[in-house]
């Protein structure tokens, strides 16, 4: 069940031991809780967070009451749910058309309604955390170890061995979940994944639909079933109308409206029903003319709503980064300069974009997958002036330009960041200046991101970056120590870094007394790829005594694989 994409695998997992099916639709760092004994050695939930997998199913609307019944009434997930072994049932439908509803509707039906452990995941596209399967995988098995505490020991190796850096590796998350279902004795256990569907259909259908123990319910074929939920959907909608502009029934000419031009999507229905909410005129003649003349198709009905907006160029700015901060500006220069939103904010966003997009917990996003499909841009000509109109390209220098002049602001020479040189506290202190700056965490992670993906619009950005990669100065310090904590490195925070660790635009055999050169760095963390480009460049590594050309000595084992090829 996807939000906007069809072919929703609903997956468990493989194991002989049956302990009971599984379901994905298609559509971090590390797990976290709060009991007891937690602490020290045994605290395998680490120092990152995977809250907000909850917060993330609340954005799927609540379904309208009797909808989605028929998933449950069909043969063949009645089949699934009662097989003894464990088993993957793989439910697709068309894009609009309620899987995400569906796969929240089910994950409340199923821990209503057996003795099942549930668990759940959102995958959506316009959150880092909700297009991680890394952090999908936390989020499951966070959901598991809550339900059964002793499970936690089946993680415990892997925390010891490797601290936090272990919920970063899909691998042996996977294989942790495998071992705590399979031997740890809690149950069946059923796995719901929403919006697979990222993948390429063909890629879902090979990976999901030649499996042996795979049942496929195809929402493509129960067309009659859609639209008698469609036309529940709507008499809730005109019902909902007639309340709010006090017409008890008044307005029941719209639900033949509403009906013939729907198209078994709920998504259109859902448009058009808070189009004719917001509207000045609440005449029949009015709300008539509403419905007669939205466009039958999403993309005519975007293309609408979009083109109401006085102010283009804002509007368009809000689609690029969305639920980024978008007041941040070079012309900002100090940390007062960013107020709070003022009172009417959200409004302000709604004015400009109108129900293109929705805003949960101060929060913007699209209203639907289909909607991001219809900004980017693609090989296909758009109609209108917003169908494939966002390149990512210049997307990316938006969100660069946003970072850097945020990472550059003054107040943070005026406010460094302080950690005592034993690193007491650290956590503590770099968490409360994250507080106390919130959107320098994501600034700090994404910026050189964006400016890569910026492609030829980098040099636009050139000379702000010069500022915040200016070696020594504070606004350099702090958000290379911020980067530092976030990737989880078990050696101390460098003092001696050149712009060297910044970018290799200048002394490329740059020594830290600590950490060595760059190829040092890169063999110690095990990055391959820059090793070997290190190497064939002559970068020199330092062997405590002095740096070398690796080639021509006798080479530590840890390198010697990568200078053979």
Known sequence: MSSGQSNSPFEDFSSPQRYGPGISSEATRSIQGNFSG????????????????????????????????????HPKFRDWLGKNASSLLWLSADPGCGKSVI???????????????????????????????????????????????????????????????????????????????????????IRIMDALDDRPYHNIEGGFGSHATTMRLRGEDEVKAIAADVTRVIDEGVKGLESYWGQPGGLGHLRDLLESSADRTFIWVSLVLEILKDSEDDSPEEFTKIVSTAPQDLAGLYTKILDKSTYLDKARRILHIMNISFKIRRDRRTIKDLRDP??????????????????????????????????????????GNWQYSLCPKD?????????????????????????????????????????????????????????RDSQDRQMELFESTRLICEVGSKRFLIWLRVQWFNSGSLSRFPKDLTHLMVATWEDINARSERHG?????????????????????????????????????????????????
């Open 38 to 73: 937690n602490i020290g050695d045994n605290n395998i939930y680490g120092t990152g967070h995977i809250s907000g997998y909850e917060e993330q199913r609340k954005r799927v609307r609540e379904p309208v009451e009797g909808t989605c019944t028929w998933v449950t009434e």
């Open 103 to 189: 796969a929240s509707f089910l994950a409340g039906h199923l821990e209503a309604h057996t003795n099942a452990t549930i668990c759940y995941f959102f995958f959506k596209d316009d959150s880092d955390q909700q297009r991680s399967v890394s952090f999908a995988l936390c989020a499951i098995l966070h959901q598991l170890f809550k339900q059964g505490k002793r499970l936690i020991g089946f993680a415990k190796e892997e925390f010891q061995a490797k601290g936090d850096r272990f919920t970063q590796e899909v691998d042996t998350l996977w294989n942790i979940l495998i071992k705590a279902v399979a031997k740890g004795e809690c149950g069946d256990v």
């Open 342 to 383: 003022p009172p009417g904010f959200e409004r302000t966003v709604e004015n400009l974009c109108g129900h293109f997009v929705r805003i949960i917990d101060s929060r913007i996003y699209l209203v639907h997958q289909t909607a991001r499909e219809f900004l980017l841009k693609g090989s296909l000509p758009g109609q």
């Open 395 to 451: 997307s990316n220098s938006t969100l660069a330009d946003i970072c850097i002049s945020y990472l550059s602001l003054e107040g943070f020479e005026d406010d460094p960041l302080v950690i005592e040189p034993n690193r007491s506290g650290e956590e503590r202190v770099i968490g409360d200046y994250l507080e106390r700056y919130a959107f320098l965490d994501y600034a700090t992670r994404h910026w050189a991101h964006h400016f």
């Open 517 to 565: 050169t760059a190829l040092n760095i890169a063999a110690v963390e095990r990055n391959e790829d820059i090793t070997r480009m290190l190497l064939k460049h002559n970068v020199k590594a330092d062997m405590g005594t002095g740096a070398y050309d690796i080639l021509r000595v006798k080479m530590p084992l840890a390198l010697k694989p990568l200078a053979r090829n």
